[in-house]
Every structure is written in structure tokens, then in C-alpha cells.
């Protein structure tokens, strides 16, 4: 039996001190305990010296999570803070969240209890955009599927059925996906095409296909690294998204301002 002990979060940011802070005072808030928390800074002033980030820092280790803060520049792009948080990583499950994710206090646990009975690569959360909670788009939701008894691998790709479920973590559509479906239990699993900000791996299985090492074939300048590492993992060892979500987009402007080169382009479909 594995619990939260046996869990790394992993936690890139760059230049959001303040949204850093409400990230981690999340975590800080967690009922699970044990876990360990790993930040990698590549803010320009680095984010050692500001007093929320500090404090939640200090609340966390007092909840009985050690915190290593590591000063990680010069930057050299998502996909290298990424796998530079990899190998910082030495418990069985790591959870990649992102800066601007508030969770909810059973977020953790119940992540760690389903990637445990569903024993495949990934599990993770869409965010909440709550801002757009008024704004229903029922079209978005059509693709959705859930997961029967058990998650299998899967081959998705930008010219497969599969991919359109991207649409499902759009604004507040995981909101509106579980007021659809309904939910009677701690959570159901989902097909997805990929997930952002909130994702739980086991770390053997992501680390066995590759992780993010393919940081050193894509411009410095990228996006879509997660989507690049989960396609992989998914097609080996499965994937699922968990409903109802439990993680919250602090929606915030996007610190990824040039979005031209798609780590896609150069590792799934390189010309």
C-alpha cells in the first residue's frame, strides 16, 4: 500500500511570487501528509526573499512536508525546468503542478488513491476556470468518456477522434462536465487527450519514456511540453482525468508568451 509519503510535488515557477504563495498555501492545506514539495525558481529575483512564498514555506514544513526551493537558471525552457524537477524527484509518484493551481484539501489524496487503484502512468486534474463558470459550452463537452474498470494505453494524435477531448478542460467545462454527469462517488476516470497544471505520474513509468530529456531537440522558446510527455506515457501505459476536479486556475496572464514552436511539431511529428 503506497499513500502521500511516497509522493514529490513538483512545482516549476518563474516570476509569480504572490501566485506561488496561494499555490503552496494549497498544499500546505492538504489532509494528506508526508508528501515533499520541490520548487524550481526561475523568477528573476528569486523567490527566497518574499515573505508570503517564505511563509508558506515555513507552514508547510511545520504540516510535516520537507520543501526544497532551488534556484534553477539560467532558464532554458519549460521542458528543462521540467526535467530538471524530475531528477529531483526520489519517491515512487510525482505530481507536476503548476503556480497558478489552488487545489482542494482532499486534492492530493484522492489523486493518490486513484493512480493507485487504476495502476496507470497518469492521473490528473482540468482546471477550474472560475471565472468562466457562467459560460456553458455543451459542445465542448461531447467527448467525453469515462474510463469502465480499467485504464488502457492509448495512441492519440492530432489527426485521431481522441484529440477533440481537448475541448473538455476548456474555461469552467470540468465544472459543467461534473454537474452533467453527476458524482456519487470520490471520483470517476475519464479519457482525455492531455492535461494541464495538475498531473500525477508514477515516476518509473514517465521516466521510462523519456520524461522530458527531448528539452535538448526544441527551441528554447516552446509550449506544450506536457502535452508531449503525457502522449508518450499514454501511449504505454494509459492515462485518465479525474471528475470531479479538485483544482482551481488562479487565471492569471500566461507567463509563456511566444507559442509559436510546439514541442509536438519536433518530437511526435518532427519534419
Not at 503542478?97 to 484539501?105: G, H, R
Request: aromatic share 8%.
Amino acid at each position: 500500500m503506497h499513500g502521500p509519503g511516497d509522493l514529490d510535488v513538483l512545482v516549476p515557477t518563474k516570476d509569480r511570487p504572490a501566485s506561488l504563495a496561494v499555490t503552496l498555501a494549497g498544499l500546505a492545506a492538504q489532509d494528506a501528509r508526508g508528501f515533499r514539495v520541490v520548487i524550481s525558481d526561475q523568477s528573476s529575483v528569486p523567490v527566497t526573499g518574499d515573505p508570503l512564498v517564505a511563509s508558506a514555506v515555513r507552514i508547510l514544513e511545520h504540516r510535516g512536508h520537507p520543501v526544497s526551493l532551488l534556484r534553477h537558471v539560467p532558464a532554458r525552457g519549460l521542458a528543462e525546468q521540467r526535467q530538471f524537477l524530475l531528477e529531483q524527484a526520489e519517491r515512487r509518484w510525482c505530481l507536476y503542478l503548476d503556480d497558478d493551481v489552488w487545489l482542494e484539501p482532499c486534492a492530493v489524496s484522492v489523486l493518490v488513491s486513484a493512480l493507485g487503484e487504476l495502476g496507470c502512468g497518469f492521473v490528473g486534474y482540468g482546471l477550474h476556470g472560475l471565472s468562466h463558470r457562467h459560460d456553458r459550452r455543451p459542445h465542448e463537452l461531447s467527448p467525453y468518456e469515462e474510463w469502465a474498470r480499467q485504464v488502457w494505453p492509448e495512441r492519440v494524435r492530432r489527426d485521431s477522434p481522441a484529440w477533440r477531448r481537448h475541448t473538455l478542460h476548456n474555461a469552467a467545462n470540468p465544472l459543467h462536465l461534473a454537474e452533467k454527469v453527476g458524482i456519487s462517488a470520490a471520483w470517476r476516470a475519464y479519457k482525455v487527450a492531455w492535461i494541464g497544471g495538475c498531473v500525477l505520474y508514477d515516476r518509473a513509468l514517465l521516466e521510462g519514456c523519456g520524461g522530458f530529456e527531448f528539452w535538448r531537440s526544441v527551441p528554447v522558446a516552446h509550449a506544450g511540453e506536457d502535452v508531449v510527455a503525457q502522449l508518450r506515457v499514454m501511449e504505454r501505459h494509459g492515462g485518465a482525468g479525474l471528475l470531479p476536479s479538485r483544482a482551481y486556475h488562479l487565471e492569471l496572464p500566461t507567463t509563456v508568451m511566444d507559442r509559436a514552436a510546439e514541442c509536438y511539431d519536433y518530437v511526435m511529428e518532427p519534419s
